[in-house]
């Protein structure tokens, strides 16, 4: 072998040496990572986001993000990612450690939902949709507000002999009025650990020109509960205004999925209470869009037509809004054994 040789074949050690060396104390791909949390993985190259789940334990990354998320609502800092030239996503490998013990340490200690709130709509001087039915040759007035009131507080009877562990809150118990802000108040004030979720579903009955329109319907989220951020810049104080749109992505389409199992869930449980006697009108997809900025898994029901006198008089009648609540308390239920028992949507 010449000289020249045993040199060539040294500087290719050497080459080996020092590419095996930034490998190792440089970066991981986020398939790897996977693998050794035992996690799936499911990528949004559109987005350019990557998420990480195993239960319950979720951990979110986003190209060119300097900070990735855990459990929805935890930002952790200090992070290096690089986007390979053949396509694959890395990250450092000390964020890559800490990812690992975050999955060791949380698998198991999922807080469950731990608070439900009920929004019954209207109340006091706002009555809501207003429609008339005639009971024993008399007319008489139907109003949402006693309507979706009623309704809510059957559900939040039965959740709370079910739940004694958890939060049942009626953002309105009695017939009063309350500023918009004072609705979502309630919502957004509770203190949650880093484990814990909650629920918000919402009560409104339907009004139409069309007198003849009548069944329940769910919608992914109230427009008047639109939200431009999810993350306030002011809690994640020092964080590049460039990256809070990116963390908002990474969230609404985590509770955008929450929100449509729970609507789906809500659809089959009414279904089964007053599909004999109504009309399940389904899930309204084109409100798609409109659930994008809820904070949590937050739906709407629509639990008839005011504005169809045979509809009216069902909503009048106590037994029917009983089985209404029962029916609502049915779908959360359903929703929260899938959320705490078998985790999200792919197990
Ligand atoms: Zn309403």
């Known amino acids: 072998m010449g000289?020249?040789?045993?040199f060539g074949l040294f500087f290719i050690f050497l080459l080996f040496s020092v590419l095996f060396a930034s490998a190792e104390e440089g970066f991981v791909d986020i398939l790897d990572l996977s693998k050794e949390c035992g996690a799936d993985?499911?990528?949004?190259y559109w987005k350019g986001i990557y998420e990480l789940k195993k239960g319950r334990t979720i951990v979110r990354f986003?190209?060119?993000c300097p900070w990735y998320l855990l459990n929805m609502n935890e930002l952790i800092t200090g992070l290096d990612s690089r986007v390979t030239d053949d396509g694959r996503f890395e990250i450092d490998s000390a964020s890559a450690e800490e990812v690992k013990a975050f999955f060791a340490a949380n698998s198991s200690v999922f807080g469950g939902i731990?608070?439900?709130?009920l929004d019954p709509g209207h109340g006091?001087?706002?009555?809501?949709a207003i429609g008339y039915f005639t009971e024993g040759g008399v007319k008489k007035t139907l109003r949402e507000k006693d309507v979706v009131l009623s309704t809510a507080l059957e559900t939040a009877k039965l959740l709370k002999a079910r739940y004694p562990d958890k939060e049942v809150l009626l953002t309105r118990g009695d017939d009063r009025y309350l500023k918009l802000e004072e609705r979502t108040e309630i919502a957004n004030s509770v203190e949650l650990a880093d484990n814990e979720s909650m629920i918000f579903v919402s009560l409104h009955a339907n009004a139409s020109f069309n007198t003849a329109a009548k069944?329940?319907?769910v919608?992914?989220?109230p427009p008047e509960?639109?939200?431009?951020n999810l993350v306030d810049p002011d809690t994640v104080g020092g964080v590049d205004s460039d990256v809070i749109p990116i963390l908002n992505t990474m969230l609404e389409e985590e509770y955008t999925i929450e929100s449509v199992i729970l609507g789906e869930k809500l659809l089959t449980s009414l279904d089964a209470q007053v599909g004999d006697i109504s009309v399940n009108r389904g899930p309204k997809e084109e409100s798609w869009f409109v659930v994008r900025n809820a904070h949590m898994p937050s739906v709407l029901i629509e639990l008839g037509f005011v504005t169809n006198r045979e509809e009216a008089s069902l909503l009048s009648s106590t037994s029917y809004l009983k089985k209404l609540g029962k029916g609502i308390y049915n779908g959360i239920v359903d929703f929260i054994n899938d959320f705490e028992q078998t985790g999200r949507t792919s197990d």
């Open 3 to 6: 000289l020249m040789k045993k």
């Open 114 to 117: 731990r608070y439900i709130v």
């Open 219 to 221: 919608w992914y989220l």
């Open 62 to 64: 986003a190209e060119g």
């Open 215 to 217: 069944g329940f319907e």
């Open 124 to 128: 006091g001087k706002d009555p809501g």
């Open 41 to 44: 993985i499911r990528a949004d």
């Open 225 to 228: 509960y639109r939200r431009n």
